[in-house]
T-cell receptor
């Protein structure tokens, strides 16, 4: 079946511009996660959605970052007024439930470069 | 103390070698444990879940020691294609549910 998809695969933007990154999770998966990974670094948790519950935004680095998930499916991560330090790969993952008992499935990521 | 810690690496081993990675976790309530591999510039992919009794998948063996709160991954007869970063992942009973270790990089040399 279809896996997690993300778009765009690459995004180059100028400092100060806003960007939107999209994630389509696996159909039926209730849990959705956003991470970012800078070159040579580990995964940094950003935000987590589980069903209709309020999202866990504890990982968002600043108020320039926001995310929404519409209809319990597609999610959009928005970065406003991008900065060079926002350059990273943004990874989305989904999981069948929000219990943490089942593995996550990752999308291929969006490589964001802020010039 | 970090929630999930791994061998710092990198590990450089010749083809055919046996290599073991260790991972420790701090949350004694954790119930699920996983090993992922991440190839350079790719997304993490599940290698194997780790079960209480230990489990094996071909050349890979995972062990869990709840009393000592550590997980191990053993790779036998290393192949060049095993070169990757190995991520230890532990579930926690709050918020985001999963905590990733920093990863251990493995290079299998010809």
């Amino acid at each position: 079946g279809a896996g997690v998809s993300q778009s765009p695969s690459n995004k180059v933007t100028e400092k100060g511009k806003d960007v939107e990154l999209r994630c389509d999770p696996i159909s039926g998966h209730t849990a959705l996660y956003w991470y970012r990974q800078s070159l040579g670094q580990g995964l940094e948790f950003l935000i987590y959605f589980q069903g209709n519950s309020a999202p866990d935004k504890s990982g968002l680095p600043s108020d320039r970052f926001s995310a929404e998930r519409t209809g319990g499916s597609v999610s959009t991560l928005t970065i406003q007024r991008t900065q060079q330090e926002d350059s990273a790969v943004y990874l989305c993952a989904s999981s069948p439930t929000g219990t943490g008992l089942y593995e996550q499935y990752f999308g291929p990521g969006t490589r964001l470069t802020v010039t | 103390r970090k929630e999930v810690e791994q061998d710092p690496g990198p590990f450089n081993v010749p083809e055919g070698a046996t290599v073991a990675f260790n991972c420790t976790y701090s949350n004694s309530a954790s119930q699920s444990f996983f090993w992922y591999r991440q190839d350079c510039r790719k997304e993490p992919k599940l290698l194997m879940s780790v079960y209480s009794s230990g489990n094996e998948d071909g050349r890979f063996t995972a062990q869990l020691n709840r009393a000592s709160q550590y997980i191990s991954l053993l790779i036998r007869d290393s192949k060049l294609s095993d070169s990757a970063t190995y991520l230890c992942v532990v579930n926690v009973n709050y918020g985001q549910n999963f905590v990733f270790g920093p990863g251990t990089r493995l290079s299998v040399l010809p």
